[in-house]
């Protein structure tokens, strides 16, 4: 290959992983530890929304990604203003959750970086979960977005939470099969910038097939909850070179849809991530398609 295709290659790769750069913190927030949430803090009738953001690949000093879900069209106060009690987790850095009514749950003894196995988040995500709403029989959806699904599905399948009633699971473009810019990242020796995450999605890991074994314990244990799938076919111009079929420039739809769904929703002009729209004509992300926020707000209705 010449070297100005490999160059663009890697430009592709850096930029393609460049996730959430632009952060910002909900405000209000007091850290509570491992306190269970109080009846005075949450109502056995609300219904929570957990949030869990994808790969970021300047996650070395533990820059928190929760802004993912506050950019463009603010899918985060758009839920909090359709009643839902919100919660972000943040898994880079100190482990957290912040709630919007101003709890938040932290565990200062899990420190993520880009080298924390996805299993190894999605115990601690399961362990908090669990912790927070002991006995509270609270009616929970998740999203999960990019590799935040990937977490999502792990903790599902080695979780049975009869604490909660989980209605709704969306995931957000994951990579179920990989993506094949992982697979570039591993092959051009980027795997010390990028780290144990990106060698996990890489198709045909050894945790996506272990993933893939153990779904029906997912299904088992959560066999009234609805999965649902969202998936960009935008398919970029390096769409061409990257993927065969619909994508939306990291991850393909088939990728998105490997594990089966109950529903699918398409995005035809959707792109991953916002940092991608310098190199599209018409693209915009996930987060800045109104649409998409509406779509999810739909999804959730009758969930209470």
């Not at 957000?172 to 094949?180: R, T």
Request: with cysteine; hydrophobic share 40%; net charge negative.
């Amino acid at each position: 290959m010449e070297r100005t295709k490999i160059s663009a290659i890697i430009l592709i790769v850096v930029m393609l992983f460049s996730f959430s750069i632009i952060l910002q913190q909900p405000s209000g927030n007091v850290s509570i530890g491992h306190e269970v949430m109080s009846p005075a803090q949450i109502s056995t009738s609300k219904t929570v929304v957990i949030l869990v953001h994808g790969f970021d690949p300047g996650d070395t000093s533990g820059a928190p990604s929760t802004g993912t879900w506050h950019s463009g069209v603010n899918i985060y106060q758009q839920l909090v203003n359709a009643g839902y009690l919100v919660g972000s987790v943040e898994y880079y850095g100190q482990f957290n959750i912040q709630f919007s009514n101003g709890y938040t749950f932290s565990d200062p003894s899990f420190v993520g970086t880009s080298n924390t196995p996805i299993s190894a988040i999605g115990n601690e995500l399961g362990n908090s979960l669990e912790t927070i709403f002991a006995n509270s029989q609270l009616n929970v959806n998740i999203i999960g977005y990019s590799m935040g699904g990937l977490v999502t599905l792990y903790m599902l399948e080695h979780y049975d939470m009869t604490n909660i009633n989980l209605k709704n699971v969306i995931f957000m473009a994951s990579p179920f099969d990989g993506s094949p810019l992982a697979s570039i990242a591993s092959c051009l020796g980027l795997s010390g910038y990028t780290g144990t995450q990106v060698n996990e999605m890489t198709s045909g890991s050894n945790f996506l097939t272990n993933l893939g074994n153990s779904i029906g314990n997912a299904v088992s244990y959560y066999s009234s909850t609805t999965w649902i799938v969202y998936a960009g076919t935008y398919d970029p111009w390096w769409g061409y070179v990257l993927f065969n079929g619909a994508n939306d420039g990291v991850v393909s739809e088939h990728s998105a849809t490997y594990f089966g769904y109950n529903y699918l929703f398409t995005f035809s002009g959707d792109i991953h991530t916002a940092s991608l729209d310098s190199f599209t004509w018409s693209g915009i992300s996930y987060f800045q398609d109104q649409s998409v926020a509406n779509t999810i707000i739909s999804n959730f209705a009758g969930s209470y």
